[in-house]
């Protein structure tokens, strides 16, 4: 009898919300260790553990950890734009310099020395892999191997600069400062598209080809940039994008980072954590890399972020149709084992905050803690980590809290 009168004080206590103050908050975390915080970084890469990113001036960092920790590469006083990989080999792009030591290079023992190509002249910004070929985009011209970097050829996307590449199919796309161009016959001749925005990025997700450009958003064509339309996120300019599955990364300058799960059609801002530059209300994000379960955002000047990628993803947005009051739905499946959902209602913009509970009333993760515009939303919250039993869900808002339970048994 006494133990059930203690487990009803607890529940009671959670429905009352009295005994939380609890601070833990889903958001970015600067994981400079053995880096420092004040780098540029330009671009990620993955060859199996590591991961790598390129920078300003400093070369080369290697993480073999996830991010937790940095090491500085042989690689350690060039500036690094782009990244690509072959196999187990990596190789990087360089900015040119008067000595002669930008262009292509490669390492095949994971970073830890790097040989320059014979491309070696040539500020390399981009690359894509076609077939047997590997293709490097510079400002002034377009170069492609047929024996991974041993041997190039010159070529030229109409004396663009090459600022992003992609590959559909058999098909090569270029952004450039003046739109996307297409080649059918590996780069040796192009088309511009109808899409003539400044590009800075390309990203694919099946036969979607997206292109992030400055001032303008996100643009994407399903029909190899036949013709292109804008995406909900229409007024920013966007660095870097970033593809896992069927979810879409967009790193902007100087609004922080922004996320897609449905093609484009909406976009939910995730900038919690960001350090804030003077003058700006968000970070600058000049790179984004998804691995391990994490998404890596790089920064102009605040080096490398790191954030749980179920953390971003975890709300989506089921419906626009603003409900008539505030709402929290049973969760389903229930009981669950691992994976439920959870649905709730937002009448009003405002910032809302999801969170689980144990039946002692410990806080055990932070779905949401963000501002939400009003809309249905779903949660998909995967306990795989825990233990069978009773938890509970509460959601807040500015001018609601509800609280329901939920059963967990594997």
Same mark, same amino acid.
């Given at each position: 009898?006494?133990?059930?009168?203690?487990?009803?004080?607890?529940?009671?206590?959670?429905?009352?919300?009295?005994? +939380?103050?609890?601070?833990?908050?889903?958001?970015?975390?600067?994981?400079?260790?053995?880096?420092?915080?004040?780098?540029?970084?330009?671009?990620?890469?993955?060859?199996?553990?590591?991961?790598?990113?390129?920078?300003?001036?400093?070369?080369?960092?290697?993480?073999?950890?996830?991010?937790?920790?940095?090491?500085?590469?042989?690689?350690?006083?060039?500036?690094?734009?782009?990244?690509?990989?072959?196999?187990?080999?990596?190789?990087?792009? !360089?900015?040119?310099?008067?000595?002669?030591?930008?262009?292509?290079?490669?390492?095949?023992?994971?970073?830890?020395?790097?040989?320059?190509?014979?491309?070696?002249?040539?500020?390399?910004?981009?690359?894509?892999?076609?077939?047997?070929?590997?293709?490097?985009?510079?400002?002034?011209?377009?170069?492609?191997?047929?024996?991974?970097?041993?041997?190039?050829?010159?070529?030229?996307?109409?004396?663009?600069?090459?600022?992003?590449?992609?590959?559909?199919?058999?098909?090569? +796309?270029?952004?450039?400062?003046?739109?996307?161009?297409?080649?059918?016959?590996?780069?040796?001749?192009?088309?511009?598209?109808?899409?003539?925005?400044?590009?800075?990025? !390309?990203?694919?997700?099946?036969?979607?080809?997206?292109?992030? =450009?400055?001032?303008?958003?996100?643009?994407?064509?399903?029909?190899?940039?036949?013709?292109?339309?804008? =995406?909900?996120?229409?007024?920013?300019?966007?660095?870097?994008?970033?593809?896992?599955?069927?979810?879409? +990364?967009?790193?902007?300058?100087?609004?922080?980072?922004?996320?897609?799960?449905?093609?484009?059609?909406?976009?939910?801002?995730?900038?919690?954590?960001?350090?804030?530059?003077?003058?700006?209300?968000?970070?600058?994000?000049?790179?984004?890399?998804?691995?391990?379960?994490?998404?890596?955002?790089?920064?102009?000047?605040?080096?490398?972020?790191?954030?749980?990628?179920?953390?971003?993803?975890?709300?989506?947005?089921?419906?626009?149709?603003?409900?008539?009051?505030?709402?929290?739905?049973?969760?389903?499946?229930?009981? +669950?084992?691992?994976?439920?959902?959870?649905?709730?209602?937002?009448?009003?913009?405002?910032?809302?905050?999801?969170?689980?509970?144990?039946?002692?009333?410990?806080?055990?993760? =932070?779905?949401?803690?963000?501002?939400?515009?009003?809309?249905?939303?779903?949660?998909?919250?995967?306990?795989?980590?825990?233990?069978?039993?009773?938890?509970?869900?509460?959601?807040?808002?500015?001018?609601?809290?509800?609280?329901?339970?939920?059963?967990?048994?594997?």
């Amino acid at each position: 009898m006494k133990k059930k009168f203690i487990i009803s004080v607890v529940i009671a206590l959670i429905l009352n919300s009295s005994i +939380f103050i609890n601070n833990s908050i889903s958001q970015w975390i600067q994981t400079v260790n053995g880096m420092g915080s004040g780098k540029i970084i330009n671009a990620f890469e993955t060859l199996g553990t590591n991961i790598y990113a390129g920078t300003n001036e400093t070369g080369i960092y290697i993480s073999a950890n996830n991010g937790t920790t940095w090491s500085q590469s042989s690689m350690n006083n060039k500036t690094v734009y782009s990244f690509t990989t072959i196999g187990t080999d990596i190789y990087a792009g !360089l900015l040119n310099n008067p000595n002669g030591s930008g262009g292509v290079w490669i390492s095949v023992n994971n970073g830890a020395n790097w040989t320059q190509t014979s491309l070696n002249s040539r500020h390399i910004i981009s690359f894509a892999l076609l077939g047997t070929y590997l293709f490097a985009g510079s400002d002034v011209d377009f170069w492609r191997s047929s024996n991974n970097g041993v041997n190039w050829t010159q070529l030229s996307v109409n004396s663009q600069s090459v600022r992003a590449l992609a590959v559909i199919g058999n098909n090569l +796309f270029a952004g450039t400062y003046i739109g996307v161009y297409i080649s059918t016959n590996n780069g040796t001749s192009w088309t511009i598209t109808p899409n003539n925005r400044s590009i800075n990025s !390309l990203a694919v997700i099946g036969t979607n080809l997206f292109a992030g =450009t400055s001032q303008y958003g996100v643009y994407i064509s399903a029909d190899n940039g036949t013709t292109w339309s804008q =995406t909900a996120l229409n007024n920013k300019s966007v660095n870097k994008l970033a593809v896992s599955g069927n979810d879409i +990364f967009a790193g902007t300058y100087p609004y922080g980072v922004y996320y897609s799960s449905n093609n484009g059609a909406s976009w939910f801002q995730k900038n919690q954590g960001f350090s804030v530059p003077p003058f700006y209300n968000y970070t600058m994000i000049s790179a984004l890399k998804v691995n391990n379960g994490y998404i890596f955002s790089g920064t102009d000047g605040f080096s490398v972020y790191r954030r749980l990628y179920s953390e971003i993803i975890g709300v989506q947005n089921i419906s626009t149709e603003i409900p008539s009051k505030y709402s929290l739905s049973q969760n389903f499946p229930n009981p +669950f084992n691992p994976v439920t959902n959870l649905e709730f209602g937002i009448s009003d913009l405002g910032f809302t905050s999801l969170k689980v509970y144990d039946l002692l009333g410990k806080e055990v993760v =932070t779905l949401v803690n963000e501002k939400l515009n009003p809309g249905t939303y779903k949660v998909e919250f995967d306990a795989g980590s825990l233990t069978s039993g009773v938890y509970f869900y509460r959601l807040t808002t500015e001018g609601f809290s509800d609280t329901k339970r939920m059963v967990l048994i594997k």
